[in-house]
Structure formats: C-alpha cells, structure tokens
C-alpha cells in the first residue's frame, strides 16, 4: 500500500475521506471532477519528467474518478446519456494515453472538464 511509504499520500487519503464523508450528491460530483482533472495534471507532469510510475498512478486515479462520475449518471435526467457518452470518451482516451501517452489530448480534456467543473459551480450558486 503506497500509503503506507508515502505521507504524502496518507494526506492525500485522508483529505480524501473527510471530504466524502457526509457530502451531498453535487459535491461528490465535485470531487470527482476535481480528482480527476488534478491526476490528469499529475500525469502530464509525471510523463515530462519521465516517471512512469506516478504517470501510471495517476492515470489510474483518472480512470477510477471517471467511472465514478458515469456510475452516478441519472440516465432518467435528459443530459444522461450525453454525460456517459462523455465519460466514456475521455476514459478511453486516458487509457490510450497509458500505451501511448498524449499530453496534448489530456490537456484539451483537462480544460474541458474544468470548464464543466466551473459552470456547474457557477449554476449551484444561482
């Protein structure tokens, strides 16, 4: 467990869980953007600086923050099936980038899902 070697990630854990703990359905969704457009991020990094291992680590974060956000999809809501058709796109293209990385694909993702981050926090503000 790389918790247990790495405070960092320890902190990162427990953050983690504290948020989590108690949040409603929009601020899960949050986090989940959140945790994956910051892994994106990690992995660009990781891939310029050639570790492979945080790329991996962090591709894998993305992937299971995807997931995350399409199993809580309300396929009954109009916007459903969309929103599973996007997240479904942009796993397969994080996965891809784990045989044949693509930092410029992840970027354009990234800044796309940080625009939905944001109009999402902007409409919950009223």
Known sequence: MRYLQDPSEAYRRVDFDARVFGADPRQLVDLCLEQFTGSLSRAIYAAGRGDNAAKSAALTRA????????????????????????????????????????AERLTTIRADFLEIRQAMLQAARG
Not at 84 to 99: E, F, G, N, P
């Open 63 to 102: 992937v299971s923050s995807l997931l995350a956000l399409e199993m809580g999809v309300d396929t009954t809501n109009p916007t459903g099936p969309a929103l599973i058709q996007l997240y479904q796109a942009a796993r397969r293209s994080v996965l891809d980038s784990a045989v044949n990385f693509d």
